[in-house]
T-cell receptor, first 113, second 113 residues
Framework: DSGVTQTPKHLITATGQRVTLRCSPR?????VYWYQQSLDQGLQFLIQ???????AKGNILERFSAQQFPDLHSELNLSSLELGDSALYFC????????????FGSGTRLTVV | DAKTTQPNSMESNEEEPVHLPCNHS???????IHWYRQLPSQGPEYVIH???SNVNNRMASLAIAEDRKSSTLILHRATLRDAAVYYC??????????????FGSGTQLTVLP
């Protein structure tokens, strides 16, 4: 157990639907990062939050959004799902903006059918 | 971020040392060298990091060239559990802004029994 909890572990949904992925960071970590890993593209950074505020954006689609709540857990919302959104979604946390030593969760496997 | 270059794949025999190379010829003076690994169906896992001096921890050793343009991750006795994709990543220290990890394609390490 890395200390970063992601739920659900698996999710199967239909095209056009909307899903929410949840991440609880390691205790004491203020930064949360979301990554997408598909077979053909490797690990792609999506977005980062630090203490409730958005801090960095990567290649995140407009159909995707995220937020970090006062208790520091984060949710990644994926809407109007397409087959190509099928991937592993990882959440990572770290101590602070420039803190190193990221801890990753075990991921949510999303399958869009 | 400065770029790193790693071999796509390497093989090792069980219980033998493994040397995983990484080239980073455009590294800046404030870039730390990080290594993460990703076991099958798991999130990436922190292995080790360093700046200028060689580093050792319970998982591995990191040897950094004197000019810092290359580094080598050393697994002293490979086990089957060490079969994973190993990522070499440069990360600026104290950048003053959000710094996510940028993953390349890494090295797929196969450990033969």
């Amino acid at each position: 157990d890395s200390g970063v909890t992601q739920t659900p572990k698996h999710l199967i949904t239909a095209t056009g639907q909307r899903v929410t992925l949840r991440c609880s960071p390691r205790s004491g970590d203020l930064s949360v990062y979301w990554y997408q890993q598909s077979l053909d593209q490797g690990l792609q950074f999506l977005i980062q939050y630090y203490n409730g505020e958005e801090r960095a954006k990567g290649n995140i689609l407009e159909r995707f959004s995220a937020q970090q709540f006062p208790d520091l857990h984060s949710e990644l919302n994926l809407s109007s799902l397409e087959l190509g959104d099928s991937a592993l979604y990882f959440c990572a946390s770290s101590v602070g903006i420039t803190g190193y030593g990221y801890t990753f969760g075990s991921g949510t496997r999303l399958t869009v059918v | 971020d400065a770029k790193t270059t790693q071999p796509n794949s390497m093989e090792s025999n069980e219980e033998e040392p493994v040397h995983l190379p990484c080239n980073h010829s455009t590294i800046s003076g404030t870039d730390y060298i990080h290594w993460y690994r990703q076991l099958p169906s798991q999130g990436p896992e922190y292995v080790i990091h360093g700046l200028t001096s060689n580093v050792n921890n319970r998982m591995a050793s990191l040897a950094i060239a004197e000019d810092r343009k290359s580094s080598t991750l050393i697994l002293h006795r490979a086990t089957l559990r060490d079969a994973a994709v190993y990522y070499c990543i440069l990360r600026q220290a104290h950048s003053g802004s959000a710094r996510q990890l940028t993953f390349g394609s890494g090295t797929q390490l196969t450990v033969l029994p």
